[in-house]
């Protein structure tokens, strides 16, 4: 299964410690060697770096914990190739504009026949059912708004839009525009908010630990979202199965949950992985 990890906050933040763990599912500590991305919005622009080697061994990755860059939203994923071969315009996360900004999007899971009308603005570069969701939601969001909407009216036609799209297969997605990132569970999505008071956390997946307290600010507050929890000694939330939610600076302002929401372990979801051969 690929991993998705995102981060949005109130104040521009590295993500070195949640990469560092991160980083290691793709190849070390699980199988995930088909390429990596990770994109840095700051202000109106992005800095976006791939690579279609794993990230556990790829000097890109070592590039990007050198170079400690900070921002409100990043998003980052390690893909296991389900569809499409492994190259780098397959490689995620995908970014395009639309009214006069950047959205940056990345999915782990698999859909299928799933093949949208051929879109007037946007059109996918490689051969991923990822990309051609992504291209289909931004697609819609142009056709139907000349501008920006407010926020209820956006989340309310993204909702809709991901629930046509979830109906073909595992949908778990991260989007961002910079500004704000939606974040949708089809099987495993989690978050932690981290915020005042802060503490030392643990990473999972390589014997590396950090006092928060040491780095931040009584106001900073920063919520990071990841397929699996990162660390082991913090409190992490699950999002319910079909749920949908936009974090922005660092909260989750909107929410869009099922009336009975269901959960599933971590076997239950990985075993739902395998049945659509997501995981090696």
């Known amino acids: 299964m690929c991993q998705l990890l995102g981060m949005n906050c109130n104040t521009p933040t590295d993500i070195i410690f949640s990469f560092e763990g991160f980083r290691m599912r793709g190849g070390l500590t699980d199988h995930h060697i088909d390429g990596f991305g990770i994109g840095f919005f700051e202000r109106k622009g992005v800095r976006i770096f791939h690579d279609d080697k794993p990230s556990a061994q790829s000097p890109v990755a070592d590039l990007v914990n050198s170079y400690q860059i ?58 991923t059912d990822s990309e051609r969701a992504f291209c289909f939601i931004l697609e819609q969001l142009r056709q139907r708004f000349d501008e920006k909407p407010d926020t209820a009216t956006l989340f309310e036609t993204v909702s809709s839009l991901v629930r046509q799209i979830r109906g073909h297969g595992l949908f778990n997605i991260l989007m961002s525009n910079g500004d704000c990132m939606f974040a949708h569970a ?43 929890p990162l660390t082991g000694n913090e409190s992490w939330q699950q999002l319910a199965c079909d749920e949908l939610v936009l974090f922005e600076n660092g909260s989750i302002i909107q929410r869009d949950r099922p009336a009975q929401p269901r959960y599933l372990t971590e076997e239950e979801g990985l075993a739902i992985a395998r049945s659509v051969g997501v995981v090696a």
């Open 70 to 127: 900070k921002s409100e939203n990043v998003i980052a994923h390690i893909r296991k190739a389900t569809q499409g071969q492994t190259s780098l315009a397959n490689t995620h996360p995908f970014i395009r504009e639309l009214w006069g900004e950047y959205w940056m999007f990345a999915h782990n899971g698999h859909l299928e026949n799933f093949h949208p009308p051929r879109g007037q603005y946007y059109r996918p570069v490689g051969t």
């Open 186 to 228: 089809s099987t495993l999505l989690y978050y932690i908010v981290r915020q005042a008071p802060f503490g030392e956390a643990q990473l999972l997946d390589d014997d590396v630990a950090i006092d928060f307290s040491s780095v931040t600010t009584p106001k900073d507050r920063v919520a990071v979202i990841a397929t699996l």
